[in-house]
């Protein structure tokens, strides 16, 4: 008996479980929107667009005021699924093409694979554009456990070509596969991440730039211009599916421990941009420009986690924030605290400032720096300075429409009626209509009518930057350049430092061995299968590509 005592005090007591006693992991919903216009939901003050689905989270939830991506797609993805800034991941000129032999490179650990050393099940719905040249770069070998993929002449169901998919509409075959991800989930195995990337409301090919079903034109028949009508189709069928994902969340008895995140990818193409019709009003600029209306999204975060709900944050967040917030919001702040990821990356956790209403940590913002092209744009605090442009100059005005604004003209009964607005009700957590007036109200963007100082800002390749304060001059109307040298002598020096840390970009030139027409007209894999293409036939399609 003595011994037995011995023991007892000598071995260490047995403790509960801290892993236990915790809370379980939130399941994360991310839903990407593809080239939506700032001024294409009804949050931010549209009466024109129908998205009451996206307007109930954002009434319940956060808006996201001053939140900022990079200006064109694949930039964005990567800063997403990274956590860096393009121009430390090489994809920060252009978009990846679907014959470039290249990808978000190997040695990036991304956000699914972070979330599954945390116990998560990863799943992708829709549009990867960070790399399909070889296998080993496509998502089921980057941590995710299911891929649904529709990107040009690319159908994907895993790896497999989805030909039973030709004649689906994208945004239904996309949806379906994110209900089915939620309806098939075992929360009681761990906690889901699901990525849903739509395709919505990117331009098509040429001959049907703006697809769309009939039916879905037809109930837009207010707005007169018929391309304009189209696009709000395609964005007011991606809401529906926001709806339908809420509705199986809570299905599936997982909303109420869920984050949920909506945002674009970039801002709005406008009228003839790439064939299509979104609306950044009242920002300046359109879509792969580094002007607020380029690279200020549309951007929310939904959650019963946020104590402090139903309001608008104007601290600023950018894309590559989501990876540490998230891994702090399912791991907790001893998962950030790893020095290597913790110095590695230029996101920054917000978690707590969307909990807790905290002041954001972030204080800059690079938007971009292309060398390439000559354009770069910074942000620190309120100032922001802009150098060169894209296109010429041709995009860098401000361009509607945007007079479809009167709060009378807005439907507040859609948002009720909802499937995410019937959801919010469920949980007590959908705001009165005077309150909902109040958010929209507070997060709607106006451009100053006049000032004393400043003049107008053309940048080219050769004039001096441009310097704008964006809290008061979100419309980037007024340089002050001449009337704070000081400051933008400061954000040039800043710029310098950064630009000086940046990697080469890493586009390559178009392989004429990735060519559809080798592999049954599909997009695929070509680097696995270069041994099988006879250089002769290379060279009789070398002069198509």
């Known amino acids: 008996m003595l011994f037995l005592v011995l023991l007892w005090l000598v071995l260490p007591m047995p403790i509960p479980s801290e892993a236990a006693n915790d809370p379980p992991k939130p399941h994360i919903i991310f839903i990407l929107a593809d080239d939506l216009g700032f001024n294409d939901v009804g949050f931010h003050g549209?009466?024109?667009?129908p998205t009451p689905n996206i307007d109930a989270l954002a009434y319940s939830g956060i808006i996201l005021n001053r939140y900022y991506v990079a200006p064109?797609?694949?930039p964005s993805r990567s800063a997403l699924m990274t956590g860096k800034y393009p121009i430390h991941t090489g994809m920060q000129h252009t978009v990846l093409y679907a014959a470039e032999p290249?990808?978000?490179?190997?040695k990036e650990k991304i956000l699914p694979q972070y979330l599954n050393d945390l116990g998560y099940t990863s799943h992708i719905s829709g549009k990867w554009h960070l790399g399909h040249w070889k296998l080993e770069y496509t998502p089921l070998f980057r941590g995710f456990s299911s891929h649904k993929n529709l990107w040009g002449l690319d159908m994907r169901n895993g790896t497999d070509v989805a030909y039973n998919l030709h004649g689906q509409y994208t945004t239904d075959v996309i949806t379906k596969h994110s209900v089915s991800v939620i309806a098939n989930h075992d929360a009681a195995k761990g906690p889901l991440f699901l990525y849903v990337a739509h395709a919505a409301g990117h331009s098509g090919n040429p001959y049907n730039p703006l697809p769309v079903p009939d039916d879905d034109v037809m109930k837009l028949d207010h707005i007169l211009h018929?391309?304009?009508?189209?696009?709000?189709?395609?964005?007011?069928k991606m809401d529906e599916s926001v709806g339908v994902i809420v509705d199986q969340l809570r299905k599936s008895n997982m909303l109420e421990n869920s984050i949920i995140i909506f945002s674009s990818d970039n801002g709005g193409p406008a009228q003839g941009f790439n064939l299509n019709f979104a609306s950044n009003y009242p920002l300046r600029?359109?879509?792969?420009?580094?002007?607020e209306g380029g690279v200020r999204a549309a951007g929310l975060v939904w959650s019963p986690l946020l104590e402090k709900r139903q309001r608008v944050v104007d601290e600023t967040m950018h894309i590559s924030d989501w990876l540490p917030t998230l891994i702090e919001a399912a791991g907790g702040i001893p998962a950030l605290a790893n020095a290597n990821l913790s110095q590695s990356l230029d996101g920054m956790s917000i978690w707590q400032t969307l909990v807790h209403a905290y002041p954001s940590p972030r204080k800059t913002v690079l938007h971009n720096i292309d060398d390439i092209w000559g354009s770069a744009a910074l942000t620190v605090g309120d100032w922001k300075m802009i150098q060169g442009t894209n296109y010429n100059g041709r995009w860098d005005g401000w361009y509607g429409p945007g007079g479809e604004r009167d709060p009378h003209l807005y439907d507040w009964n859609l948002v009720l009626k909802s499937s995410s607005g019937k959801a919010m009700t469920g949980l007590k957590m959908l705001p009165s209509r005077a309150d909902q007036q109040r958010l929209r109200e507070t997060a709607t963007v106006t451009c100053q009518g006049q000032s004393t100082q400043?003049?107008?800002?053309?940048?080219?390749?050769?004039?001096?930057?441009?310097?704008?304060?964006?809290?008061?001059d979100p419309c980037e109307q007024f340089n002050l350049a001449e009337q704070y040298p000081k400051v933008l002598d400061l954000l040039v020096a800043e710029l310098q430092h950064i630009n000086s840390t940046a990697v080469p970009p890493s586009n390559q030139p178009d392989d004429p061995r990735a060519s559809p027409m080798y592999f049954n007209y599909t997009w695929t894999n070509f680097g696995d299968y270069y041994g099988n293409i006879k250089g002769a036939v290379l060279g009789d399609i070398s002069s198509k590509f």
């Open 102 to 106: 290249r990808g978000l490179p190997l």
């Open 285 to 291: 600029g359109v879509k792969n420009t580094l002007w």
């Open 226 to 236: 018929y391309k304009r009508r189209r696009y709000a189709a395609m964005v007011a």
């Open 46 to 49: 549209s009466a024109q667009i």
């Open 72 to 74: 064109i797609c694949t």
């Open 454 to 472: 400043g003049t107008s800002c053309v940048a080219t390749a050769f004039s001096a930057p441009c310097l704008f304060h964006v809290r008061d």
